[in-house]
Structures are given as structure tokens and as C-alpha cells.
């Protein structure tokens, strides 16, 4: 049982590059999540997908993108790295269709360690 | 004022401490609570929801108190196994909307 399996786990980029960050669960989830975590910090909503087919952002979506392909796929894209997006980024899901109106807890992948120069 | 915040750390406790945590946040509209875990380098792991009449699970209990609002967890019996950063997460309405907020963690270690 994988449960959700982010790819890949440490990527180093250089300023100005493209990369998406891939995110998958097999727990048949409705809701799925991108956070960043930097030290010192919480945890920091990036963007929410509530349903297939539906996106939203979170508490800091600038500079990035995401894609709900499907039920199982939640994809993360930068478009033009930058320094400050250097972090390590979590997906998450959770069972209902509330995004983040949901009561119902997370479960994360084991993460992204993104390192742009 | 910071949405979620938590008693700063580290924690640092002898193997059998009994150990508390408080977490308070700042929207009284908060609807979701919930206590994860996160040791180095890894993910979060949900350790308990929070519920309005508190509840406990095996050594673990957590509370809430919405009219002060804040949330507790209470660790008895304390393991080596339970060193790990514990993070609290409050659902708030904030300036970006709707919103799970973690806060920033708080550092337990348990001393042999």
C-alpha cells in the first residue's frame, strides 16, 4: 500500500529552470494538497485541488501551477525557478471532497528536497 | 499575531515524563484540529484529530478550549520513540481564504 508516492525525492535546479513535481495516491482520495515547509516555518499551502477537475489556491500559489490530471495525480509546476523556492515540498490527500473545508486529516507523501541555485 | 502558534522548544524530557503541549490559534471560527507528528527529514504523520470533548489514545491525550482557543496534547509515559517534532493544525478562514494552517512545530526530546 503506497499510499501517496511523490516523485522525485531531491531535484537541484539552477535559476530560471522549469520542473514539475509529480504526486500520486492510491487511496482513492477526492482532496489533494502541495505544501512547502522551510525551516523555522509551517507547513504552507501552495494549492488545493478539492475534486478532479477543480483547483485553488492556497496561502502562497505565486510561481507555481498545478494540475489535477486525474484522481490519482496531482502535478506541481514551476515554471521559472527561483532561490527563494528553494524548500521541501509535501503532497498530501484526504478522503472527502472538501479541500481544505475538510475535517478529515491528511496524509502526506515523504517529500520533495528542492534546491534551486 | 500568527494563525497557529506553539509552545517554542526544544522539550527535552527523561524517558517516563509526562509532557503537554499547547497550541493556540487565533480564528474562533476554526472548525478542524488535529495534532501530526513529524520526525527529521520526514513527512508529517496525523497522530489524533482533536474533538470538541477531547479524547485520548493510549498514552496520548488531546484536548480543545474554544473559548480560550487553544489545543493540548498530553504525552504520558514518555518513550525514546516519541522524539519528533509535534505539529498542530487548526483549520482557520485567514487573508487568503480558507485554509489549513500547521504551526511551526514544536521539539520533543525524550532522554535515556
Known amino acids: 500500500n503506497a499510499g501517496v508516492t511523490q516523485t522525485p525525492k531531491f531535484q537541484v535546479l539552477k535559476t530560471g529552470q522549469s520542473m514539475t513535481l509529480q504526486c500520486a495516491q492510491d487511496m482513492n482520495h477526492n482532496s489533494m494538497y502541495w505544501y512547502r515547509q522551510d525551516p523555522g516555518m509551517g507547513l504552507r499551502l501552495i494549492y488545493y485541488s478539492a475534486s478532479e477537475g477543480t483547483t485553488d489556491k492556497g496561502e502562497v500559489p505565486n510561481g507555481y501551477n498545478v494540475s489535477r490530471l486525474n484522481k490519482r495525480e496531482f502535478s506541481l509546476r514551476l515554471e521559472s525557478a527561483a532561490p527563494s523556492q528553494t524548500s521541501v515540498y509535501f503532497c498530501?490527500?484526504?478522503?472527502?471532497?472538501?479541500?481544505?473545508?475538510?475535517?478529515?486529516?491528511?496524509?502526506f507523501g515523504d517529500g520533495t528536497r528542492l534546491s534551486i541555485l | 499575531r500568527k494563525e497557529v502558534e506553539q509552545d517554542p522548544g526544544p522539550f527535552n524530557v527523561p524517558e517516563g515524563a509526562t509532557v503537554a503541549f499547547n497550541c493556540t490559534y487565533s480564528n474562533s471560527a476554526s472548525q478542524s484540529f488535529f495534532w501530526y507528528r513529524q520526525d527529521c527529514r520526514k513527512e508529517p504523520k496525523l497522530l489524533m484529530s482533536v474533538y470538541s470533548s477531547g479524547n485520548e489514545d493510549g498514552r496520548f491525550t488531546a484536548q480543545l478550549n474554544r473559548a480560550s482557543q487553544y489545543i493540548s496534547l498530553l504525552i504520558r509515559d514518555s518513550k525514546l520513540s516519541d522524539s519528533a517534532t509535534y505539529l498542530c493544525v487548526v483549520n482557520v478562514q485567514d487573508n487568503y481564504g480558507q485554509n489549513f494552517v500547521f504551526g511551526p512545530g514544536t521539539r520533543l526530546s525524550v532522554l535515556p
Open positions: 498530501a490527500s484526504s478522503p472527502d471532497t472538501q479541500g481544505v473545508y475538510s475535517n478529515q486529516p491528511q496524509h
